[in-house]
């Protein structure tokens, strides 16, 4: 079982790839407004964290994701679960 | 920082619209002339933008019928089903909804957007699931939202994608609820329905699938799409509207669920609004008897998508992933030139819907054009020279 750390490094590697121009990235980065992205394309970014992660992250849980780190603990919660 | 201050940006985005002459997203039809045609700022245009699949709403055998209920049974019904009784004309129109479908339970709703709010938000309780395509329309979502089950989202069309979250669900796959439309309201594509029925029965899942679009314009009978892909007995809830094929208000869910009669004594969109009023339930069961009886609508319905159809490949537009009544022609990301090109069609005499992100399934804008059984081809004709006189202006044409 990946730690919280591990989690967040890993999410950062793939953020890291997906957004290339997105410039320092760390735990609170904000996902809309930081990284430069609309909602749409959080959702594509979301998308693809999923796949990496083999998780699905429920919509439900969404509102209260606004930094990287809180995807990052919603990520490593739901793989904990699993 | 005010209570109204938040819609100031929205306020701002208007008054650039209507710096434009006219607002697209709040066109005044002047006149309605018939299906296909009417008087918008001030001329006569073809309606290319409708969801008037089969041209049903100036049929004079639907007019006679809603004229009669409103002279016998008044203009509206002041209530509930629940609370005020139930219309005779409703049940009617339950009943020969059942038959239909061949199903042995049937709702009626008063808006297509409520059967879908009812749907979700009282089937999946607080410990399901509920698996919806990406593209689902506004009401799927806004119905998730009303639901305490978990909603998650599976990339558009894409059956692995939906494979995947059904496994990572585990045991709680049996409690799952997957939604996907007939054919999607922007794109026109149709869902890879059998796939999806496959995949959902390998785990237990339940199935609803959305037939807005699809009723009236796929099957042999039009049913829509689980007909077509002769999966009708594998879907668990087949949800749909008035407001299209059938040309009034209303909406309807046919399941083989005992559990769908139920829902009345617990949907609170079901309950909690006025039911339908008797002309749209006039009209609707005679609409409901064309459409099963429409084999030449449809034949001609699919034959106009298909003139207009390559008529715009002809002109080079970049179209759909599918041939379908609903035709997206896809612009590009430019929000002022694509308002251009819309005005511009408007001012020639065609009526399309202007649609731009978010509403779009990516971050272009599109015009979202669709065909009725009432078309002409002289009119789809009229409205190809329409296109190619404004597409070559902006150097959209092929030369």
Known sequence: MKSYQETLSELLETIRVLVPNAGKVDEDTELVGSLGLDSMKVMNLLQEVEDRFDVSIPLNVLPDVRTVGDLARKIHQLLQEQ | ?399
């Open chain 2, 1 to 399: 920082m005010t209570l109204l201050d938040k819609f100031e940006p929205l306020q701002q985005a208007r008054e650039r619209l209507r710096g434009l002459g006219i607002d697209p997203f709040n066109v005044v039809v002047e006149k309605i002339l018939s299906p296909t045609e009417a008087i918008v700022d001030g001329r006569r245009v073809i309606l290319a933008g409708t969801n008037n699949y089969l041209g049903l709403t100036f049929h004079p055998e639907c007019i006679a019928a809603a004229v009669r209920a409103v002279e016998e049974e008044g203009c509206g019904t002041t209530g509930s089903r629940m609370a005020n009784g139930n219309y005779a004309d409703h049940l009617a129109l339950e009943r020969e909804f059942a038959q239909f479908y061949d199903k042995p339970y049937s709702v009626v709703f008063s808006a297509g957007y409520l059967a879908n709010l009812a749907l979700l938000s009282t089937l999946p309780g607080a410990d399901d699931v509920i698996l919806i395509d990406a593209d689902c329309h506004a009401s799927i979502y806004d119905g998730c939202k009303m639901s305490a089950a978990e909603v998650i989202r599976f990339r558009h069309n894409d059956v692995d994608d939906l494979d995947k979250r059904l496994r990572r669900l585990k045991d709680r796959a049996r409690r799952t609820l997957v939604v996907v439309e007939g054919i999607y309201s922007m794109f026109g594509d149709t869902a890879p329905l059998k796939a999806i029925a496959e995949v959902k029965d390998r785990y237990g899942a339940y199935l609803m699938v959305d037939e807005a679009h699809s009723l009236g314009v796929l099957g042999e009978r039009g049913r829509g799409l689980a007909e077509a892909e002769g999966v009708e007995d594998r879907v668990d809830f087949i949800v749909g509207t008035f407001s299209k094929s059938l040309g009034a208000i209303g909406g309807y869910c046919v399941s083989p669920h005992r559990v769908l009669d139920t829902l009345r004594y617990a949907a609170r969109p079901y309950i909690f609004t006025a039911s339908a009023s008797p002309a749209q339930i006039a009209s609707t069961r005679v609409a409901l008897r064309l459409l099963r009886d429409g084999g030449e609508l449809r034949r001609r319905l699919w034959a106009n998508a298909e003139r207009f159809y390559n008529g715009l490949k002809a002109l080079g537009c970049r179209l759909g992933p599918q041939l379908s009544p609903v035709i997206p022609v896809i612009l590009g990301e430019s929000r002022e030139e694509s308002l251009a090109v819309w005005k511009e069609l408007l001012e020639g005499g065609v009526y399309v819907n202007l649609v731009m992100p978010p509403a779009t399934p990516d971050h272009r804008c599109l015009l979202r054009c669709s065909m009725s059984a009432a078309h002409t081809p002289e009119q789809i004709d009229t409205l190809l020279q329409v296109f190619a006189k404004v597409f070559s202006a902006h150097g959209m044409a092929a030369d």
